[in-house]
Structure formats: C-alpha cells, structure tokens
C-alpha cells in the first residue's frame, strides 16, 4: 500500500529557503515517476519537479531555484527550495505514480508553503 506524508513546509521570508521531505512508503522509485505539485489559493493545482525514467523536469517558474531529489535508501523525496518568491507561497504535494497492471496514482496531505515578510 501506497503512502505519502509529507512535512517541512512553513513561513519563510522573500529570498529564503526551505525544504520539503516526503515520506513515500509502498514505493519503488526506480520504476515509480515521483513528483511535486503546488496549489495556490484560488489557482489549480500546477506541477513543479518531476523524476522518473531517468529524466528530471522542473517548471520554468522554479528552474534555477528549486531541487528535487529521491533517497531510495531512506524511501525519501526531498525538494531543496532557494531564493524563494512570495509567488512560491501554496500548498506543496507528493505524487507517486507506478505501475500496478496499471498506471495508479498516489497522493500526500501537502504541506503549507508561505513566503512572506
């Protein structure tokens, strides 16, 4: 079974940094295609990294800024966020999608992101 937590988000000033974890039990990241999305209030729900199949993409808002990681070691998906933009501020969820007889996929709770002085 699938699951996802994830924590680290809170209030951060303009031109800070934060870093977002996601615990990712029931996953096999070498075939699993991991990913970060970000909803604002008012917006829909916008990818931000994504992992898989051996390549990594980042939306061109936080390109140059954001890093996206995955531990298998410790089952962990780490997204590094630098220089951060009151723009930034929304809530941040893990996705996992992998392959079960087909494609499935999986969510975290989020996490509240604030960028704000």
């Known amino acids: 079974q699938v699951q996802l937590v994830e924590s680290g988000g809170g209030l951060v000033q303009p031109g800070g940094s934060l870093r977002l974890s996601c615990a990712a039990s029931?996953?096999?990241?070498?075939?699993?295609?991991m990913s970060w999305y970000r909803q604002a209030p008012g917006k829909e729900r916008e990818l931000v990294a994504e992992?898989?199949?051996?390549?990594?993409n980042y939306t061109d808002s936080v390109q140059g800024r954001f890093t996206m990681s995955t531990d298998e070691a410790t089952n962990t998906v780490t997204l590094e966020m630098t220089s951060m933009k009151p723009d930034d501020t929304a809530v941040y969820f893990c996705?996992?999608?992998?392959?079960?007889?087909?494609?499935?996929?999986?969510w975290g709770q989020g996490t509240q992101v604030t960028v704000s002085s």
């Open positions: 996705k996992a999608k992998q392959w079960a007889g087909r494609w499935n996929d999986y």
């Open positions: 992992i898989g199949g051996g390549v990594r």
């Open positions: 029931g996953v096999t990241f070498s075939t699993a295609f």
